[in-house]
């Protein structure tokens, strides 16, 4: 018998196939992991967009001017084309907080995101300041008043509520409320 020389064509066959399933698994798994790295990325964005919400949100409602400050109430709770909107004057925008003319912030459920916008007084040339959360389906705002209990609106002239809080839901899952404490236990909601 001579020696052989080279493959038959069925091995050559079965070596294309096993190459073939082997680039099919390896094209399923890049698509996988490139599909994991878009949603990983997306979900970053989102919780990186409402952590923006919560601190703007928390910075801005824990530096009410002084009631003397402002014309009109301090805090609104109005209705809006899509729900609730809180208004309200703010020192607690830019740093250092406390400081400097009141800004206008409002928080708005617009299209399918919550909003907040904080306005800067005419005097500063200044950008408003802006952040959201999307995909959110509801929105609700209720403030704490001096007697202990939730109300789903406000102004009570000269007052400020004891507590705001807002919360939404988003279409995965309900966000925890941001609850801001504005007055302390017992002071009746006094400036």
Do not use: C, K, Y
Not at 1 to 23: D, Q
């Amino acid at each position: 018998m001579r020696g052989r020389r080279g493959f038959t064509l069925l091995e050559v066959m079965v070596a294309v196939a096993v190459t073939a399933l082997a680039g099919v698994a390896a094209a399923a798994a890049l698509q996988a992991a490139s599909g994991a790295g878009d949603r990983v990325a997306r979900l970053r964005r989102a919780s990186e967009g409402e952590a923006r919400v919560r601190s703007l949100l928390t910075d801005a409602l824990r530096h009410l001017p002084p009631a003397s400050a402002v014309d009109g109430p301090l805090v609104a709770v109005v209705p809006d084309s899509t729900g609730p909107a809180l208004l309200f004057p703010s020192r607690g925008i830019v740093p250092p907080f406390g400081t400097g003319a009141p800004w206008r912030v409002a928080v708005r459920h617009r299209g399918d995101s919550l909003v907040v916008d904080a306005a800067p007084p005419a005097s500063l040339q200044t950008p408003v300041r802006h952040a959201a959360v999307g995909q959110v389906r509801e929105l609700a705002i209720r403030v704490l008043d001096g007697e202990g209990g939730w109300r789903p609106d406000w102004p009570i002239a000269g007052r400020v509520p004891q507590a705001v809080e807002v919360a939404w839901r988003t279409t995965g899952a309900v966000a925890p409320a941001v609850r801001v404490w504005l007055a302390p236990l017992g002071s009746g909601g006094a400036p």
